[in-house]
């Protein structure tokens, strides 16, 4: 793909079409101002500013929440994909109807947490799994119902990075067991069942 500098007015200083990117050497230091911008066909893919922060305004971020929860959600065993409806952020456009699919080959650090509700004595085992191309990545609560609070609720999750290819996707699901094994996937406007997203590598 080509690549550009751009400086911070916008006006292209080196691209890899003419004479001056192939020429281009640098041995020391190269101040260029007080930011970098680096696009394609003007538009900022990488800015770097005067204190040396660096942000990728298409980089892939996504942070995402249920915004209500969904009774008797599970039961018998039977796995269910997390509700993630509402968006935070989702930098790329990489999130929809509850799964992420990778823009790009590459390492990505995935984060969630799902709080539970409708939690019983007679519950024994809650299970969460990420589900992606490659492979499933699983957690487990154990004895659900003696880890309930006095509202007969329970959170847990986890974090990975997990590999990925372009096109890729994953989701979250979760099931229960034991005793009449029909919970609750809790949600509202704070942040109590969420999936935060990052390419890192």
């Known amino acids: 793909m080509p690549w550009s500098f751009y400086n911070s007015s916008g006006e292209l200083q080196i691209n890899d079409g003419g004479v001056l990117a192939s020429a281009a050497v640098f041995t020391g230091n190269a101040d260029l101002g007080s930011n970098l911008l680096v696009g394609n066909a003007g538009s900022t893919g990488i800015a770097i500013s005067s204190a040396g922060e660096v942000t ?51 390492r990505y650090l995935v984060a969630f947490q799902v709080q539970v509700g409708g ?17 499933n990545y699983g957690g487990r609560l154990i004895d659900p119902g003696n880890v309930r609070d006095g509202n007969n609720t329970a959170s847990f999750g986890f974090s990975v990075i997990i590999d990925m290819d372009a096109a890729d996707t994953f989701t979250i699901v979760l099931d229960f067991a034991g005793g009449s094994d029909v919970g609750d996937i809790l949600g509202a406007s704070d942040l109590v069942t969420f999936l935060s997203v990052q390419l890192i590598a």
């Open 56 to 106: 990728m305004s298409a980089q892939p971020s996504v942070l995402a929440h249920n915004s209500a929860s969904d009774n008797n959600a599970t039961g018998g065993g039977t796995a269910v994909t997390i509700d993630f409806d509402t968006e935070i952020f989702d930098q790329n456009a990489d999130f929809a109807s509850d799964a992420f699919t990778a823009p790009i080959t590459g």
């Open 119 to 135: 939690l019983t004595d007679a519950m024994n085992d809650a299970r969460t799994t990420l589900t992606s191309s490659n492979r």
